[in-house]
């Protein structure tokens, strides 16, 4: 089996779609990565932000705080901050969409093993702008990872 990560990055829709669904691809990868006990997950001002944002559009704000209490809960954390400057340079310098910068650089200061998402042109340019993480979509790193 392959060694699992001990730093992880899931992008928003990750934790909205399986938050959402529990049968889905990203409701499984939450399962799995609740019960790895050595897994730190990392979180953001901006991850927060887009969980706070989108899950208000879904849902509600009730639905929002049961989420973030689950992360919190259920995952040893560990929160990371992006600062303005450092979006502004990464806008200059790839071609990450303006929407996915600060979630890149979220996986880069929390110098993650790898980042989980659904968006694959956030995994496209991740991967062509860096050697420091793997990029999955749930359903990939479930088959890597969970034999």
Not at 43 to 64: A, T
Request: hydrophobic letters at 40%.
């Amino acid at each position: 089996m392959t060694q699992l990560p001990q730093r992880v990055l899931l992008d928003t829709n990750v934790f909205i779609i399986g938050f959402l669904d529990n049968d889905s691809e990203e409701g499984k990868l939450l399962d799995f990565l609740a019960s790895l006990s050595n897994l730190t997950l990392i979180f953001s001002n901006e991850l927060e932000l887009q969980v706070r944002r989108v899950g208000k559009r879904l849902k509600n704000r009730d639905w929002v705080g049961l989420l973030l209490h689950y992360i919190w809960s259920t995952y040893h954390v560990e929160y990371v901050y992006v600062h303005e400057n450092d979006v502004k340079h990464v806008e200059k310098t790839t071609n990450i969409h303006r929407e996915d910068v600060r979630i890149y650089l979220t996986a880069l200061h929390g110098q993650v093993d790898c980042m989980i998402s659904a968006n694959r042109e956030l995994l496209k340019e991740s991967m062509a702008h860096q050697n420091r993480f793997r990029c999955f979509d749930a359903m990939s790193f479930l088959n890597e990872f969970d034999n």
